[in-house]
């Protein structure tokens, strides 16, 4: 797959994307993060990385504008005609609900739309937007399960058609698969690279998953409080301080085709 495949080269170079100046935050009086400069091209899967408690997550929770930040975050489209604040979809590490409550796949993406009770009206044209989301990530079969019966790769696909709708310009994942066996995680990178060139998404990904994002990630950052190295995954993986930090990467990736498992549906993940 192609690694690095748009030029980086400045804001007006005719790709949408998302700017990030000198992003700073502060917490409890300590500097977590600070002076975080990134430009993310549309259609761009970008992979952070970095030691626990390095700011990996601050740094996405600063975008999506949950912790007060320093510095500038916009987006412009290639063409000129919009800029701003870039749409911002969100895919937590992990999500708390009651695992014995009765809510169902489509009550969630039913109460996400809706202003009032989910029992109060159900419309089959809702059902079918919701079947339409679920298919973007291969779910479409989950939608009247219960949330407390889906497995953490099932709980994870569902937020990531959540993060969906609408279309963002810039999809968040934080440590989205953790916890999910190799073939899960797998599968769910497959969806979301997928995802990324039908819909031309920018995405960053925190992830600790160095041999996988070494085939499906473009670039990779190195976050220690600040980004202390980047570049395609081949430069970065052999940096001193990434080799430090991680060692060196023994198992070769088992990730053979891209290509062979993107269209099964309904794995179990
Ligand atoms: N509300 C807060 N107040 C003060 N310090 C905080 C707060 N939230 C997080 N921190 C600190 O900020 C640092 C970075 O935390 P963060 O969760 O962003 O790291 P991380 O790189 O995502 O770690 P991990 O890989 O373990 O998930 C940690 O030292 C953490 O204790």
Redesign the pocket.
């Known amino acids: 797959m192609p690694n690095a495949m748009k030029p980086l080269e400045g804001i007006n170079c005719g790709w949408c994307c998302t700017k990030i100046q000198n992003l700073s935050v502060i917490?409890?009086g300590?500097s977590?993060?600070h002076d975080i400069n990134l430009h993310i091209h549309c259609g761009e899967l970008t992979a952070v990385i970095?030691?626990?408690?390095?700011?990996?997550?601050?740094?996405l929770?600063a975008l999506i504008g949950e912790?007060p930040y320093q510095g500038n975050i916009s987006f412009l489209e290639g063409d000129g005609k919009r800029s701003g604040k870039p749409l911002v979809g969100y895919v937590p590490?992990r999500w708390e609900f009651d695992p014995g409550s009765p809510v169902s796949v489509q009550d969630l993406f039913s109460a996400r739309h809706r202003g009032w009770p989910v029992w109060l009206f159900r419309s089959q044209k809702k059902r079918e937007e919701t079947l339409a989301s679920l298919a973007r990530v291969q779910a479409g079969h989950l939608i009247d399960r219960k949330l407390g019966e889906l497995s953490g790769g099932e709980i994870q696909r569902v937020l990531l058609a959540l993060a969906m709708e609408p279309i963002p310009d810039l999809l968040l994942l934080?440590?989205p698969v953790s916890g999910v066996d190799f073939n899960g995680r797998e599968l769910f990178y497959r969806m979301v690279s997928d995802l990324r060139r039908q819909y031309d998404l920018s995405i960053i990904m925190?992830s600790?998953d160095l041999e996988l994002m070494k085939h499906f990630a473009d670039r990779i950052v190195f976050?220690e409080k600040t980004i202390l190295c980047e570049g395609s995954p081949e430069q970065v993986l052999k940096d001193e301080k990434v080799l430090h930090v991680f060692g060196t990467l023994e198992k070769e990736p088992i990730v053979k085709d891209y290509y062979i498992s993107s269209t099964q549906e309904g794995s179990a993940v």
């Open positions: 917490r409890g300590r977590i993060i970095g030691p626990n408690g390095a700011g990996k997550s601050t740094f929770k912790v590490q934080d440590e925190v600790h976050l």
